[in-house]
């Protein structure tokens, strides 16, 4: 086993476009490792560089205490399991299992051992001599990981191994999978776009956009410290709530009311002008079921579009307005999170016991104390405890950020149409994009 170290990993392909641009992330021996993001962001890529399927333009990829930038796949001693796990037709579970061990010329006795012990932690034992044609998508599955397994392997990495699975299967072979990392504790990458996967399955989290690391963090500090807008929107379902906000001392002036936030937290955006708060849908409720707690948070009253009743609990929807400015920004976040929600209306979460329904004028309480307050230009929130949020790349330097974003922006049309309008700054990047290819 060994840990893995990506130091500034940078990929650009022929066409100059930097699939991932300037990554470093830090994987401990036996960590569990999540890369995610939205599709083209750049997770497979980084990991196929890891393989060694892929050259790195520049960075250096250190595996134990070897770099291993120039060294062949084989030489690298990584087991894969890919989306589409490729199995021999021809061959049994058992010799399927036992393929990379008859590769490396191992003697029977050795690989019958490896083989069963392999097949009785995937309980796999009473297929082995059946044909991966006759077997479930997870059985099959499970006969790749069992080919992984038997390698003796310092690091697993995974892409996307469950895409391809029904989505009971797919909840069954994440427990599958997670139980069996920990029991072998062996060092795993494994990469998805699905944030369930990501928050059931990762000690750490990478969080990529475009090529960049937003944030590197375990599945609780994304959850409660999101670095940026895009952190906050992509992690968790359903997502956080984002509304416009103006603060004035420790009120926060919010489309349907205000509601007051604790000292520490308001010292932090005075005099920021117009921001977004981002508020998740289980810190409001309904405010005739809160009890005690209503002195907590705040009340204001709105009118209800629809309630989804889901028997343990409720999911209301409030729509709001917005100006156009924030509109314009929570569209592009939309667009950056492959998103298809309705930011213009809010979802609140509501205990199973309340009476809201359909059309109702209601009293809604919120906890604002849980919410956070970001920048609309930047994203960047601004009220983040950096305490509990892991790594925050872009916190350091969010122009430099950016500039490594907008490279990625649009499939390689960082050509003469990308011309600055009135924006000098964004044009000289651009033409850097392109002289850079
Ligand atoms: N061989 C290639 N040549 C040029 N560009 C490529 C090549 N392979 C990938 N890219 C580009 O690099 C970016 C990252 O691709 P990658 O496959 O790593 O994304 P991903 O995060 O795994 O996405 P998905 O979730 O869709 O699998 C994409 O924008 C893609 O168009
Ligand atoms: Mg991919």
């Not at 994987?27 to 497979?44: R, T, W």
């Not at 699975?165 to 139980?179: S, V, W």
């Not at 079921?289 to 343990?312: C, I, M, P, R, Y």
């Amino acid at each position: 086993m060994a840990a893995i170290s990506m130091k500034n990993i940078v990929k650009r392909y022929g066409d100059g476009f930097p699939a991932v641009n300037d990554v470093s992330i830090d994987v401990a021996d036996g960590e569990f490792m999540i890369l995610v993001g939205p599709s083209g962001c750049g997770k497979s890529t980084l990991l196929r560089m890891v393989v060694g399927l892929e050259d790195i333009t520049s960075g250096d990829m250190i595996i134990g205490d070897r770099r291993v930038n120039d060294l062949a796949p084989r030489d690298r001693n990584l087991a894969m399991v890919f989306q589409n796990y490729a199995l021999y037709p021809h061959l049994s579970v058992y010799e399927n299992i036992a393929f990379p061990l008859r590769l490396a010329g191992e003697k029977d006795e050795e690989v019958d051992r490896k083989v069963r012990q392999a097949s009785a932690t995937l309980e796999l034992d009473e297929h082995l001599d059946r044909k991966p044609g006759n077997l479930s998508g997870g059985q099959r599955q499970r006969v790749a990981m069992g080919r992984a397994i038997v390698r003796d392997a310092d690091a697993f990495l995974f892409d996307e191994p469950l895409s391809n699975l029904d989505a009971k299967l797919r909840g069954q072979m994440r427990t599958e999978i997670a139980r069996l990392q920990k029991r072998l504790g062996i060092t795993t990458i494994y990469v998805t776009h699905d944030q369930t996967e990501a928050m059931t399955l990762g000690d750490r989290v990478a969080v990529l956009k475009r090529g960049v690391l937003q944030q590197l963090a375990s599945p609780r500090e994304l959850y409660e410290n999101p670095g940026n807008l895009f952190v906050a929107g992509f992690i968790g379902s359903p997502p956080m709530n984002f509304l416009p906000a103006e603060v004035e001392g420790t009120t926060v002036k919010l489309p349907f009311g205000d509601v007051q936030i604790p000292q520490d937290k308001a010292d932090k955006v005075q005099g920021k002008g117009l921001l977004i708060a981002g508020i998740r849908p289980e810190h409001f409720e309904d405010a005739n079921v809160v009890g005690d707690k209503v002195s907590e948070g705040s009340v204001f009253s709105a009118t209800v579009d629809v309630v989804e009743w889901l028997g343990n609990q409720a999911y209301a929807y409030v729509p709001f307005e917005a100006p156009p400015t924030v509109r314009e920004h929570l569209a592009e976040l939309e667009k950056d999170l492959d998103g298809e929600s309705l930011r213009t209306q809010m979802v609140i979460s509501l205990d199973g016991a309340s009476r809201i329904s359909d059309g109702d004028e209601a009293q809604i309480w919120v906890n604002a104390s849980k919410m956070h307050l970001f920048d609309p230009a930047t994203g960047e929130n601004l009220t983040v405890d950096a305490e509990h949020a892991g790594e925050i790349p872009g916190m350091e330097n969010p122009e430099k950020q950016a500039h490594a974003e907008h490279m990625a922006d649009g499939d390689g049309d960082n050509g003469p149409d990308g011309a600055p309008q009135g924006d000098g700054t964004n044009g000289s990047h651009r033409a850097e994009g392109g002289d850079g290819s």
